[in-house]
């Protein structure tokens, strides 16, 4: 897997301040996408096990306290991510405490794959489906048009 920014301190991808990775492939070429860099497989920098300590380091600071990790892309859902994106949640349950997990993917829930489904099992907060520019609504919160669901499946 290929990731493209990662915001060790972030407070607008979810709620409270967070850990985002955004990580590169997405397949849905919806319309007016805001993220079209993130398309290729190939785009951004590898994502190695560098940067996964990383992240856990990240969500145990004590420092700066973070709520939990947000994945977004691009598509963490892309099949070509699956396996990448589940060992990374794996680890952010086994190896911290108390951390939420936001995923954002283009595919809507009904119709993900027993792979996908092995990575939402670790998911609290699910915000799924493309974007479609005839539905933008820019008061939403954590989603760019009305098609787009928020699916709380743990909190
Ligand atoms: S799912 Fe997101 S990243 Fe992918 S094309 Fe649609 S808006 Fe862009």
């Not at 997405?26 to 190939?42: A, F, I, K, M, P």
């Not at 951004?44 to 994945?71: E, K």
């Not at 060992?87 to 405490?97: I, K």
Request: glycine residues 8%.
């Amino acid at each position: 897997m290929h990731y493209h920014q990662y915001f060790p301190v972030d407070v607008v991808n979810g709620p409270g301040t967070r850990c985002t990775l955004f990580v590169s492939g997405c397949e849905h070429q919806c319309r007016g996408c805001y993220n079209q860099s993130t398309w290729r497989l190939d785009s951004g920098h590898p994502f190695d096990q560098a940067m996964s300590d990383r992240i856990i380091q990240d969500l145990n600071d004590t420092r700066i306290r973070r709520r939990g990790l947000s994945l977004s892309g691009g598509d963490p859902l892309h099949p070509a991510n699956v396996g990448a994106v589940l060992a990374l949640v794996r680890r952010v349950r086994r190896e911290t405490q108390g951390k939420d997990i936001w995923l954002w993917t283009g595919y809507e829930r009904e119709s993900l794959s027993e792979a996908q489904l092995a990575v939402i099992d670790y998911v609290d907060v699910l915000v799924d489906g493309p974007f479609i520019e005839a539905q933008k609504d820019m008061t939403l919160q954590w989603r760019g048009s009305r098609n787009q669901r928020i699916h709380a499946l743990t909190l």
